[in-house]
C-alpha cells in the first residue's frame, strides 16, 4: 500500500515563503508524475503542479512564477516551493502520484489575510 506524508506547512506572512515536502513509502516517485494539489475552506481541490518522470514541470496559472515543484527519487520526495505567498492563501496541499489513487493527510499552510 501506497503511503503519502506532506509537510512544511505552517503560518507565514503574505510574501513569504514555505517548502513543503512529500515522502513516499517506496520507490513509487521515480518513475511516474507525481502532482501537487491544494484545498482552500469551502473550495474544491485544484491542481497545482505537476512533476513528470522526466522533470518536466507545469503550473495552475494563478501559481506559475511563484512555485516550484521539485523532486529527489535518491529520497522518494517532492518538494513543492512557494514564494510571494498571498494574503488569505490559505490552503490544504496534498502530493499525489498520478496514477495511484491515494491521498496523504495533507499539509496545511496559512496566510493570514
Same mark, same amino acid.
Given at each position: 500500500?501506497?503511503?503519502?506524508?506532506? *509537510?512544511? +506547512? /505552517?503560518?507565514?506572512?503574505?510574501?513569504? #515563503?514555505?517548502?513543503?515536502?512529500?515522502?513516499? $513509502?517506496?520507490?513509487?516517485?521515480?518513475?511516474?508524475?507525481?502532482?501537487?494539489?491544494?484545498?482552500?475552506?469551502?473550495?474544491?481541490?485544484?491542481?497545482?503542479?505537476?512533476? *513528470?518522470? +522526466? /522533470?518536466?514541470?507545469?503550473?495552475?496559472? #494563478?501559481?506559475?512564477?511563484?512555485?516550484?515543484? $521539485?523532486?529527489?527519487?535518491?529520497?522518494?520526495?517532492?518538494?513543492?516551493?512557494?514564494?510571494?505567498?498571498?494574503?488569505?492563501?490559505?490552503?490544504?496541499?496534498?502530493?499525489?502520484?498520478?496514477?495511484?489513487?491515494?491521498?496523504?493527510?495533507?499539509?496545511?499552510?496559512?496566510?493570514?489575510?
Amino acid at each position: 500500500q501506497v503511503q503519502l506524508v506532506e *509537510s512544511g +506547512g /505552517g503560518l507565514v506572512q503574505a510574501g513569504g #515563503s514555505l517548502t513543503l515536502s512529500c515522502a513516499a $513509502s517506496g520507490s513509487i516517485f521515480s518513475a511516474n508524475t507525481v502532482d501537487w494539489y491544494r484545498q482552500g475552506p469551502g473550495k474544491q481541490r485544484e491542481l497545482v503542479a505537476r512533476i *513528470s518522470s +522526466g /522533470g518536466t514541470t507545469t503550473y495552475t496559472d #494563478s501559481v506559475k512564477s511563484r512555485f516550484t515543484i $521539485s523532486r529527489d527519487n535518491a529520497k522518494n520526495t517532492v518538494y513543492l516551493q512557494m514564494n510571494s505567498l498571498k494574503p488569505g492563501e490559505t490552503d490544504v496541499y496534498y502530493c499525489k502520484p498520478k496514477i495511484f489513487p491515494c491521498w496523504g493527510q495533507g499539509t496545511q499552510d496559512t496566510v493570514p489575510s
